[in-house]
């Protein structure tokens, strides 16, 4: 579709954990999509076979020009991007090259080809260890690992190109992110995970025999770290809403917590996880994780003020359930 009201929309990572549900929610609205995906995390059979799949970089810009040009793409969801926290830490120059040059490619393809909106998949990381919380937009963004600064740099990128050409933007502030598509369709499939929940699935399911507590003298009730953890069906939904925002205010930009503004402890999700199977999976505890906060909570005041978005999942357990689900269909199909 080139209509102005419902451009084709390209979505970068969209093989992959988070990318793949934003392209079901958005094919179940109703929007053409072309996913643009080089493959490193994702996989080819997340993508829904309603999507046009191309496989390549979002740097290689003759590549992306083209892409635009061909499918009329008039809105990028840019989910590509290097995502692992302590990874960060030992080999800063990957995260500075696969998300912040990597994205400004990206956004100089869009400026060139005329596209007039984009979505980025910013993160709570930006915020760094905040001095309040539940956390504002506001809040000073001071990062505490090269992962969320290459985040953050994006961030400003995106601020400045849209006051100099005709783009409008969402940055999205992402807190935990967590569950699978309800309907079975997709779900978190990248091996030698380091999310809780898809460790403790992983612990479920038999591929590990037990789920670290990473420090339990946090200023915390229970001593562990506590997170605002939202399903991922939510969020690609919050997608879906943004862009539609976006296209009807087209000098508009929106930057926008995604949680649901309650926090749970490590050890309150690993209930829910003994609650779901019936059973205790066994725990250690180990000393702090480097670079942890206390509690990431989003105040998601503005999301709920901005945007016609409401949680239909709010609910540990439901996310919890989900994973698992997901978890099992994974081990189902590797036998
Ligand atoms: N998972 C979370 O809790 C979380 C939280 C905050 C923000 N985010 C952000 O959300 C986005 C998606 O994360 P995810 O958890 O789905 O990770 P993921 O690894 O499952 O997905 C990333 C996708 O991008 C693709 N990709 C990577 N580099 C690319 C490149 N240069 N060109 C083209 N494709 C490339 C990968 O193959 C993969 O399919 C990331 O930008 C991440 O930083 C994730
Ligand atoms: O095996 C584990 C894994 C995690 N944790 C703890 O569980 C909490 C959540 O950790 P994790 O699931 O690894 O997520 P975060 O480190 O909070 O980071 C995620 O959430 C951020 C936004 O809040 C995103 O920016 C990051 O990309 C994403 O990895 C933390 O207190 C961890 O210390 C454990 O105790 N054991």
């Known amino acids: 579709m080139t209509n102005t009201n419902r451009p084709t929309v390209m979505v970068t990572g969209g093989a992959g954990y988070i990318g793949s549900h934003a392209v079901l929610a958005l094919l179940d609205s109703g929007w053409s999509v072309v996913v643009l995906d080089n493959l490193v995390t994702g996989f080819r059979w997340a993508v829904d076979a309603r999507a046009t799949f191309v496989e390549g970089a979002v740097e290689d810009d003759a590549l992306v020009r083209r892409v635009i040009a061909d499918h009329g793409v008039g809105a990028i969801l840019h989910f590509a991007g290097s995502v692992v926290v302590?990874?960060?830490?030992?080999?800063?120059?990957?995260?500075?090259?696969?998300?912040?040059a990597a994205s400004r490619a990206l956004i100089e393809s869009a400026v060139a080809g005329?596209?007039?909106?984009?979505?980025?998949?910013?993160?709570?990381?930006?915020?760094?260890?905040?001095?309040?919380?539940p956390i504002r937009e506001d809040a000073a963004q001071v990062p505490?690992?090269?992962?969320?600064?290459?985040?953050?740099?994006?961030?400003?990128?995106?601020?400045?190109?849209?006051a100099a050409h005709p783009i409008n933007y969402g940055a999205l502030r992402y807190f935990n992110v967590a569950g699978a598509d309800p309907q079975g369709r997709s779900g978190q499939s990248t091996a030698g995970a380091t999310h809780l929940i898809k460790v403790a699935a992983e612990a479920v399911s038999g591929q590990r025999d037990h789920v670290a507590v990473f420090g339990s003298d946090y200023a915390t009730p229970d001593g562990t770290g506590v997170r605002d953890?939202?399903?991922?069906?939510?969020?690609?939904?919050?997608?879906?809403?943004?862009?539609?925002?976006?296209?009807?205010?087209?000098?508009?930009?929106?930057?926008?917590?995604?949680?649901?503004?309650?926090?749970?402890?490590?050890?309150?999700v690993l209930d829910a996880v003994d609650r779901?199977?019936?059973?205790?999976?066994?725990?250690?505890m180990l000393p702090r994780r480097a670079g942890d906060p206390d509690a990431l909570v989003a105040d998601n005041g503005a999301i709920l003020a901005t945007l016609p978005?409401?949680?239909?999942?709010?609910d540990l357990d439901r996310i919890v359930a989900d994973a698992l689900r997901w978890q099992q269909h994974l081990a189902d199909m590797q036998r």
């Open 276 to 284: 779901a199977v019936g059973r205790p999976i066994p725990r250690k």
């Open 86 to 100: 302590p990874e960060s830490v030992v080999d800063p120059l990957k995260y500075y090259r696969n998300n912040t």
């Open 114 to 133: 005329g596209v007039r909106h984009f979505i980025f998949s910013s993160t709570a990381a930006t915020y760094g260890i905040p001095r309040a919380t």
């Open 309 to 314: 978005w409401r949680p239909q999942y709010d």
């Open 229 to 268: 953890y939202i399903h991922v069906s939510d969020l690609a939904a919050a997608h879906v809403a943004c862009l539609q925002y976006l296209v009807d205010h087209p000098t508009t930009n929106l930057t926008l917590n995604c949680g649901y503004g309650r926090g749970y402890s490590v050890l309150e």
């Open 144 to 162: 505490i690992n090269p992962y969320g600064s290459s985040k953050l740099m994006t961030e400003w990128m995106l601020r400045d190109v849209a």
